[in-house]
């Protein structure tokens, strides 16, 4: 069971971070459109409609990866102070009152919404020859299906947690820097900082 959770979060992971290219092509998209508005004089009439592509494509398909990493924001004030089964929990009863149904639907109608795109070949209708739309409306239920699937192994998650008693594993990716362990792995201590502090100080202009 717990491979199959792990290789779950392996296929959120990296539908995630290959949708992250996103992030480069609207930085690049932006910058070009700017320059090419105020220097060259030659702006896009659908270059709005494409940004709006874009971010909504990173979006949605990062909503799998961001579960599957436990990112999603969440009120810790009193979470946090709760024990494993207690936060499973609690876990699990929102995810069957409001994370299936709202995915669910999200799913299904997101596929009707798509299927009506494809069929009248829908384009852009803020600007005149603006983007086809219906490739990015495909995004809508396909990233409903990853959400869920995903869904699904917190949901098993929660119930493991209220048999053991602790939460398993999970797919680890980029964390926080941990900083005490950066100290000890560069051999680092408190004073030699504090030495440095002062040292910088004592040599700003005026002191």
């Not at 932006?30 to 702006?43: C, G, I, K, M």
């Not at 599957?68 to 004030?77: E, I, L, P, T, Y």
């Not at 119930?159 to 100290?183: F, H, M, N």
């Amino acid at each position: 069971m717990q491979k199959l959770l792990l290789l779950v979060d392996k296929i959120s992971t990296w539908v995630g971070q290959a949708f992250s290219i996103c992030i480069v092509i609207l930085t690049l998209h932006v910058s070009w459109e700017v320059f090419s508005r105020y220097a060259l004089d030659n702006p896009r009439a659908w270059a709005f409609d494409f940004m709006i592509m874009m971010y909504g494509t990173l979006f949605m398909m990062a909503g799998a990866y961001t579960l599957a990493k436990n990112s999603h924001v969440r009120g810790d004030v009193l979470y946090g102070f709760f024990r494993p089964r207690t936060q499973a929990a609690l876990d699990l009863t929102l995810y069957i009152i409001a994370f299936l149904p709202g995915v669910i639907a999200l799913t299904y109608a997101g596929y009707y919404y798509a299927a009506e795109s494809w069929a009248i070949r829908e384009s852009s209708n803020i600007t005149a020859g603006g983007p086809p739309y219906y490739p990015f409306k495909t995004v809508i239920p396909v990233a409903g299906a990853f959400l869920l699937l995903q869904g699904i192994v917190e949901i098993i998650r929660c119930i493991i947690c209220l048999k053991q008693g602790e939460w398993p594993s999970r797919e680890a990716d980029v964390q926080e820097v941990d900083v005490d362990k950066l100290k000890e792995m560069v051999h680092v201590k408190d004073e030699d900082i504090q030495k440095l502090d002062a040292l910088i100080t004592s040599r700003r202009p005026g002191k």
